[in-house]
């Protein structure tokens, strides 16, 4: 609102700035700090999602920007608000997603309660952030908005940070202070040289592979990439994050590295000479590990490579993606001299092994079952939001993604807790389309509170516990290492009679056959439904550690 001498009072200045970036959601727990803020929102085309924990509302809005490309936005008050964006911070700076954490503070210009909950949150956020900044004046609050969102969609997209003190949050500005609009930014092309060395590196290879990862989970890289696959008949394989970018059922895909080094689908990448990389870097586990004199690596991405001692490619196209392997598909015809025969044995012995138990009826339910009935269940466009545990390898390994950005799961920060706050995401997103958190018993429990969140906003969503009563997957690392079992276990709460104290459907599967009805079901009612299936780990030992252990590749 004006005043008399045309200035406007800062809060609405940022609310006015943030409606003109498109920002449609604020997730957050708000303060006392962030009273004018929330008032100035009061009035505004912004709809606040009031989230019961500031980590699951960072969680929230990273979503969002991982799902669109635009800036999720946060918020939280001072001190001990601020210090739970911490994880979220860190969520989307590793699995670069574009986020907007606004914090409160106490007044900068006189002090009324000496240091009570302060810490610097500035600094602590600087590590975390690409843009961290407190605003001292009011007539800066449109040009460091501008700049929070520029950098935070900026390749390589991640987190930025503002805090708004109580103080500044009041005062009015110059009656002059305008508004920035957005800048109109084409993403660089990769230079002719190359993109010429590239072809020559494929065309001399004999058995090259392409490795999609994160930074390819975008619509127009799927396009562009299925168009240079099916051209080129070079068989592919992806990282967890790299999942659905080219539909998993295609003739030739390879499989998922689901673990770094050992299973069946890496016979296939050490027998490769060339690995033609779209889209992955370091940051995100690595599938594979290169050597002094080992096969080559094309990077394909919108930014450099970080160089690492296992990662250390030889050639680097850097631009968009989408126009750079556009523009190789254009180039390159099949060539006569690639092998795949060998790509070929390894996808049918990898096809074996994720059919396997897929029809098991034992209870509590395995592995195998339990990510097969899932699948069957969701439609293509379906999207599952998995927490982190034991299961998401089951699920990057067996599961077959149809669609990009329909399996959303973090292998950068792996953080748990993360799973029910980004489903909730999508679900807000997208209420026409079917959406599943998957999560552990101990993932889930850490922000659990969040199914008080989705039944206040009358979204339509599958919470799968998958219960093993104890943190399994470093149970299952526990007794890799040849360790006693001990110290991991736990008690909990009945799932059911939970879900239904906030107002949501409970259901326990009892029979593995069960559980694919009762996924249906749940749907089909709509609402918010919690799943409780118990699950049975002793598949860890026989597949994953004992049998790959066995593993001879194919010759």
């Not at 940022?14 to 009035?43: H, M, Q």
Request: hydrophobic residues 40%; aromatic residues 8%; contains cysteine.
């Amino acid at each position: 609102m004006k005043t008399e001498h045309g200035g406007e009072k800062a809060s609405d200045l940022f609310v006015k700035a943030l409606e003109n970036e498109g920002v449609k959601y604020i997730f957050g727990v708000p303060g006392e700090e962030n009273l004018d803020l929330l008032e100035s929102l009061r009035g505004s085309s912004i709809k606040l999602v009031l989230t019961r924990h500031e980590q699951a509302a960072a969680f929230m809005a990273a979503t969002y920007g991982r799902l669109t490309g635009k800036t999720g936005v946060c918020l939280s008050t001072l001190g001990p608000g601020a210090t739970n964006l911490v994880t979220g911070a860190a969520y989307a700076k590793l699995g670069a997603m574009p986020l907007l954490m606004v914090t409160g503070q106490k007044p900068v210009k006189k002090s009324k309660q000496g240091l009570f909950q302060i810490v610097d949150v500035v600094d602590m956020m600087r590590p975390l952030t690409k843009f961290t900044h407190q605003i001292i004046n009011v007539n800066t609050i449109p040009s460091k908005i501008r700049e929070a969102f520029r950098l935070a969609e900026e390749e390589r997209p991640g987190p930025a940070h503002l805090e708004l003190p109580e103080d500044i949050a009041e005062e009015i500005s110059d009656s002059d202070v305008m508004l920035f609009e957005s800048s109109h930014s084409r993403r660089p092309d990769a230079n002719d040289l190359s993109i010429q060395q590239a072809l020559e590196m494929i065309q001399n290879a004999r058995h090259p592979l392409v490795l999609i990862g994160a930074g390819a989970n975008r619509k127009r890289v799927s396009e562009a990439l299925l168009g240079f696959i099916e051209k080129t008949g070079i068989p592919f394989f992806n990282t967890q994050m790299g999942k659905g970018v080219v539909d998993e059922r295609h003739p030739l895909f390879m499989g998922t590295a689901a673990l770094s080094d050992g299973d069946y689908l890496h016979c296939a990448i050490d027998f490769a000479d060339l690995i033609i990389n779209v889209g992955h870097d370091v940051i995100e586990k690595p599938p594979f590990f290169m050597e002094p004199g080992g096969k080559k690596v094309i990077h394909i991405n919108f930014n450099s490579a970080n160089v690492d001692r296992v990662y250390f490619p030889q050639l680097e196209v850097v631009g968009d993606i989408a126009n750079s392997v556009s523009r190789l598909t254009q180039l390159l015809e099949p060539v006569n001299t690639h092998d795949f025969e060998y790509f070929q044995r390894v996808k049918e012995e990898v096809e074996k092994q994720l059919c396997e138990g897929s029809e098991d009826n034992r209870f509590p339910i395995i592995p195998q079952r339990l990510v097969a009935d899932v699948r069957k269940v969701m439609p293509d466009d379906g999207v599952i939001a998995l927490d982190n545990g034991m299961y998401k390898i089951w699920f990057a390994r067996n599961y077959k993604a149809h669609m990009n950005n329909t399996v959303l799961l973090d292998n950068a920060l792996a953080t748990m807790g993360a799973g029910l706050p980004s489903a909730i995401a999508a679900a807000m997103l997208h209420p026409e389309l079917q959406v599943m958190a998957i999560c552990g018993d101990g993932g889930f429990m850490m922000n659990s509170q969040e199914m008080e969140t989705a039944v206040r906003l009358g979204l339509n969503l599958v919470v799968l516990i998958v219960n093993d009563s104890a943190y399994g997957m470093i149970r299952w690392k526990q007794e890799q290492g040849g360790f006693h079992d001990w110290g991991l276990s736990y008690g909990n709460p009945d799932f059911v009679k939970y879900a239904q104290a906030y107002g949501a459907s409970g259901h326990r599967v009892q029979r593995a056959e069960d559980l694919s009805p009762t996924i249906r079901q749940a749907f089909a009612e709509g609402g918010v439904h919690l799943i409780d299936v118990p699950v049975d780990y002793s598949e860890n030992r026989r597949v994953l550690t004992e049998e790959l252990a066995r593993r001879v590749c194919l010759v």
